[in-house]
């Protein structure tokens, strides 16, 4: 079992399992009894031991299904009473001869006394559910026919604080594999077990949160393409962080020109430069109508027009204050001729140019990305925000075409997108994240990242994409280290950066 960092597409997966297969490696005999094992280590937390515990089996017309009746049929010959509900009149012949050679039982969906719910019934008595109805051949658009409706109503049981524990196989089934949508029933898992490597579903937002604790066993797969989506994990920030040679100075440190706060919201004037300061960008410039309250807050702050190396622009600003308006425009006039990286945010995403590269990186929610769409794409990008929340990679993709810009799209899963295909999906951020200046301090934080590898990022168009997700991965551990489990305010959460980012390079996080 390794962590999840790396997804790949069914198209990927199938095309690294073909040659295996073709060579006779057993690799559903490899997945089901790994998935046994699973199975069995829940029960044995869940009941104390093995035998004499219940288990249901749901199996599908495919592979999926395979894997579940062998993995069920291990689990019955370790004294487990299983009942596999078959949701097709045809399942995977000799892993079904498995099962019921084993001693399980079975129930043919839609064909019971009772309908579905008398099926649902025994599904939701078990101790454990294994969902084997749809692995990498699910279509999307949610589980079909009665298998979708027994889905439905296990659902609400759970909702209800009821029902059994569920194992998925591969992936919970109903989500769309290679998109993460979740457009109709879904079955919930508490813990998918996931055969090569991850699928983007168990990645990116809103599927990911179907899945529950991710185990991937690795069958040996040959992926050696290039992942369709990525989850930094911390060990990954020491690689991105631009950790100061012994040489260093400030201006090799990178200067950061900041474009945020209006006498309306001089708050995130603060936060920015409180955030690019903490995470030690050389220095700051801070170009705007508040400064004198910023150089109170963050002495280190200078004033004034003058060399920068990136820049962060738009967070409290309203594209209707001209002074701020000239200085963005301004300030995108670098950007656009001499390749300064930039963030750009909330009132400045206004202000974009018509193209950009991928060494601006655009910060907006779902509702932002929404407007940037509809006002830069034809008739079939105007989408509402629900949209976006719906299919944020799509969107974001969408969003990258239409600008030239690296996305990151901020959610309760950030999901960033880069030239080339690069794809990530982090969700360090607790919900106590979702406040008020928590993306001022990102839009530093990345700033300042920006600023000291702007060298890096001329050469390497796909690394503005890795730092963003790095800012991702800092910014949600800064919120959890500023108040674990509890309520967090933006200001802690700059406040947590240094201590943050010395526990990320030293491996203590
Ligand atoms: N990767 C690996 O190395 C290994 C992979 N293995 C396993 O194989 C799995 C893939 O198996 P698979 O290709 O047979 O597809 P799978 O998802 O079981 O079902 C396809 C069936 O579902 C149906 N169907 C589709 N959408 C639907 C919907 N919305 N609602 C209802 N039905 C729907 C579809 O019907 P159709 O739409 O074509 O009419 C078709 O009949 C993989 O996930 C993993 O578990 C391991 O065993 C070994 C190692
Ligand atoms: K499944």
Request: glycine share 14%; proline share 7%; no cysteine.
């Amino acid at each position: 079992m390794s962590p999840v960092l790396l997804s790949w597409t069914s198209a990927q997966v199938r095309a690294a399992e073909e040659p295996l297969l073709a060579s006779g490696v057993p690799l559903m005999e490899r997945a089901s009894f790994a998935l046994a094992g699973v199975a069995a280590r829940e029960l044995r937390a869940l009941r104390g031991r093995v035998a004499g515990s219940r288990v249901a089996v749901l199996v599908g017309a495919g592979n999926n299904g395979g894997d579940a009746l062998f993995a069920g049929a291990l689990l019955a010959g370790r004294g487990v009473r299983v009942d596999a509900v078959l949701a097709a009149e045809r399942v995977h012949e000799s892993g079904l001869a498995a099962l019921v050679r084993a001693g399980g039982r079975t129930v043919l969906l839609g064909a019971e006394p009772g309908g579905v719910g008398a099926v649902a019934d025994v599904v939701g008595d078990a101790d454990l559910v294994v969902d084997g109805l749809l692995g990498i051949g699910a279509r999307g658009g949610g589980v079909r026919g009665a298998a979708g409706e027994l889905v439905t109503l296990l659902g609400e049981r759970r909702a209800g604080g009821g029902g059994p524990f569920v194992v998925a196989v591969d992936l919970p089934s109903g989500v769309g594999v290679d998109d993460g949508t979740r457009a109709g029933p879904v079955l919930d898992a508490d813990v998918t077990v996931t055969f090569g490597g991850a699928k983007p579903a168990l990645l990116l937002p809103p599927a990911a949160a179907a899945a529950g604790r991710v185990e991937v066993v690795d069958l040996g797969l040959p992926l050696d393409a290039q992942p369709a989506v990525v989850r930094l994990e911390p060990a990954d920030v020491a690689g991105l962080w631009p950790v100061p040679p012994p040489d260093a100075h400030k201006y090799t440190r990178g200067v950061l020109g900041v474009v945020a706060g209006t006498r309306a919201y001089p708050g995130a004037a603060v936060l920015v430069t409180t955030a690019a300061v903490l995470a030690g960008v050389g220095m700051v410039r801070y170009l705007g109508d508040v400064a004198d309250l910023v150089v109170a807050r963050r002495p280190e702050v200078v004033t004034g027009t003058g060399r920068v190396q990136a820049w962060t622009l738009g967070p409290g600003v309203s594209p209707e204050d001209a002074a701020q308006r000239r200085r963005v425009e301004h300030a995108f006039d670098g950007i656009v001729h001499r390749g300064e990286p930039a963030v750009v945010d909330a009132g400045a995403l206004d202000l974009l140019p018509a193209h950009v590269g991928p060494h601006v990186v655009l910060t907006p929610h779902a509702g932002e990305l929404a407007r940037l769409l509809g006002e830069r794409g034809g008739r079939d990008d105007r989408v509402p925000r629900e949209a976006v929340e719906a299919e944020p990679l799509r969107w974001a993709r969408r969003a990258h075409e239409l600008t030239g810009a690296t996305v990151l799209l901020k959610g309760a899963v950030t999901v960033v997108v880069g030239p080339h295909g690069v794809a990530y999906a982090q969700a360090e951020a607790p919900p106590w994240l979702a406040t008020a200046g928590a993306g001022d301090v990102l839009a530093g934080l990345l700033g300042a990242m920006l600023a000291a590898r702007d060298a890096d990022v001329h050469d390497d168009p796909t690394l503005p994409a890795a730092l963003a997700a790095g800012a991702a991965l800092v910014h949600g551990h800064a919120a959890d280290r500023a108040n674990p489990g509890g309520p967090v305010a933006a200001r802690a959460v700059a406040q947590a950066l240094p201590a943050t980012v010395a526990a990320l390079l030293a491996g203590r996080s």
